[in-house]
């Protein structure tokens, strides 16, 4: 991981504040982290604070179940954040952002987020409203993906991407080359099962291989059911 002393930062989550941030104090606390893929860049139990947001790239945002194994809680992309145990200091950690592609992470200090907290009422709504909207799209993910069959899943993030179940996101499909073992993760359920469920799907035509990954074949042989995000596409 490489950090870029001289950020151009490009999110207008930041932009009112840093347009009262002192230029010397604002290049101490905010850095443009870059990520390689398959890079660990943040471990909540062994950093010290602060605000994330990705610029570009995409990550996969990890939590160990009882038994130890990995679960993909959520995977990234530019405008998610993520680190904000900095503004409760005492609050558990217990999870790894990795990253998938070669990814762009701004990062803020906490001392610096708490001064525009407290000093920028847009900076605040700016924040508030994007943890609104992160945490809406978990719950909408949690009750309309994860009760329904792996290969109704896979099928949805194909066509709807991180953006299922939101109509006011922008979309971005899913047919890139996430390794198996990720994908896994993401649709919650394990390898040899979405194997199957892929299996079954190519072998009637509803999916296709192309470089490496997947992408929607004839979707009228699919006999279950779609999102209504997936039937508006």
């Known amino acids: ?13 930041f932009g009112a504040a840093l347009a009262q941030t002192e230029r010397e104090t604002a290049e101490r606390h905010v850095r443009v982290q870059l990520w390689e893929p398959g890079a660990v860049g943040l471990d909540s139990q062994g950093h010290n604070g602060g605000l994330y947001c990705v610029q570009h790239g995409r ?7 009882a038994n130890g194994g990995e679960r993909s ?8 954040i993520f680190g904000l145990e900095c503004l409760l200091p005492q609050a558990p950690g217990g999870y790894q952002v990795r990253a998938l592609t070669r990814s762009a992470v701004i990062a803020v200090n906490p001392e610096l987020v708490d001064r525009w907290i407290l000093s920028c009422p ?13 945490i809406c799209h978990l719950e909408q993910e949690r009750e309309h993906t994860l009760s329904r069959p792996v290969s109704e899943r896979l099928l949805c993030y194909l066509i709807c991407g991180e953006s299922c179940q ?3 996101a922008e979309r971005h499909p899913g047919h890139g080359p996430l390794p198996m073992q990720v994908l896994a993760r993401r649709l919650g359920c394990s390898a040899g ?25 004839d979707l ?3 006999e279950g059911a779609l999102c209504e995000g997936c039937r508006k596409s």
């Open 1 to 13: 991981m490489h950090q870029n002393h001289r950020p151009v930062i490009d999110d207008e989550l």
């Open 59 to 65: 990550l996969e945002l990890m939590v160990r179940d």
């Open 73 to 80: 809680l959520r995977l990234m992309g530019a405008g998610d």
């Open 122 to 134: 847009d900076f605040r709504r700016a924040l508030a409203n994007r943890l609104a909207s992160g």
């Open 166 to 168: 939101s109509e006011s």
């Open 193 to 217: 099962h979405l194997s199957r469920a892929a299996r079954r799907l190519l072998q009637s035509g509803v999916v296709q291989r192309t470089h490496g990954g997947l992408q929607i074949g």
């Open 220 to 222: 009228s042989r699919f």
